[in-house]
């Protein structure tokens, strides 16, 4: 079987590609990544030497391209990981977001429409169903919640979620969705709440926390992640939703004050910064209708992810330290300079 996955030079498209090595060794292995600030080869080392893989650099919304790879590469199954993937992000610049999350995903949808398809499998977030208050902990999203997504990010997630049920109802394309909680591991880029905490930590820089740090996370180890897609992309019902998370609840200053712990670090690093607009309260997921149909399992409780994770970082610091002291340090000083002071 050919097996395209897009966004596979990002974070959780690099450890679905281990995660597949060892599970399909006879399956080809097709990365597709536009490598942008947050697609990195370098995650995909460990792959190189692995007879059924090949990297292709290129647009998930680039149309001509993306049909003669289409054309070449025959592939059975797509694993779409490919998109703009950071909130903050997204209230700067949206319309990259409708590019890669709408446009490029209708891109890819139609190639399976045209050539012939087993399984396009997109994976989404739980962030397309907005917020739950703080107030209410009993309640929880599952798949019936209904679409109420806050930010340009998780509004162009929605709206491929949407493209894609459509194109099954229209079409008949075999389409499968995962919508999962937040994910921390190896190779996340250092934008993102924990990997950033833990660089800052390192240096000694402030902790920027946003609001009053209690909004409200559910943290998901990234291998628990990929388990789950390749279930549902290989064994879940066509036309379903599966939501994909662990009960691993936590406030932003709950991870912060675990990070400073672990770096050995004071709390007076933390810095309390202007909110992000349109901030979400709280993310819960109701994960039953996955592991009671498919059977699946989270491994990993948060607070040994965690330690793993920063362990992780400590090991590779060479990793993260040329992303920091590229480009990226003109983001940083952007966003958390001018919008945040
Ligand atoms: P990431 O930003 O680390 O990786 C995204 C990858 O997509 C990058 O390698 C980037 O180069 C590539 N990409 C972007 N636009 C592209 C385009 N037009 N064509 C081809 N490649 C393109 O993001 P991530 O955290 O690994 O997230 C992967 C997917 O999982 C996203 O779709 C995201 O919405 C979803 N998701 C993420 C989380 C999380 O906590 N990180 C949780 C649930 C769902
Ligand atoms: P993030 O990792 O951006 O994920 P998402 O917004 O998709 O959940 O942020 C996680 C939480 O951490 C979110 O409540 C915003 C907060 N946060 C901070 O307080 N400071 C920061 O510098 C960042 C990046 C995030």
Known sequence: MNILITGAAGFIGSNFMYYMKE?????MLIALDKLTYAGNLKNLKGMEDYPNYKFIKGDISDRAFIYKLFEDEKPDVVINFAAESHVDRSTVDPESFMNANVVGVGVLLDACRIYGIKRFHQVSTDEVYG???????????????????????????ASADLLALSYLRTFNVPVSITRCSNNYGAYQFPEKLIPLMIANAVNDKKLPVYGNGLNVRDWLYVGDHCSAIEL??????????????????????????TILKET???EDLITYVTDRPGHDRRYAIDPAKIMRDLGWEPTVKVEEGLKETIKWYLDNRSWWEEIISGEYQNYYDEMYGKYRK
């Open 131 to 157: 917020d739950l208050p703080l107030d209410r902990p009993d309640l929880f999203f599952t798949e019936d919640t209904p679409l109420h997504a806050s930010s340009p990010y998780s509004a162009c997630k």
């Open 264 to 266: 050995g670090k004071g």
């Open 23 to 27: 599970k399909h060794p006879d399956d």
């Open 232 to 257: 549902v992309a290989f064994k879940g019902k066509v036309g379903e939703v599966y939501n994909v998370g662990g009960h691993n609840e936590r406030t932003n200053l709950e991870i912060i004050r």
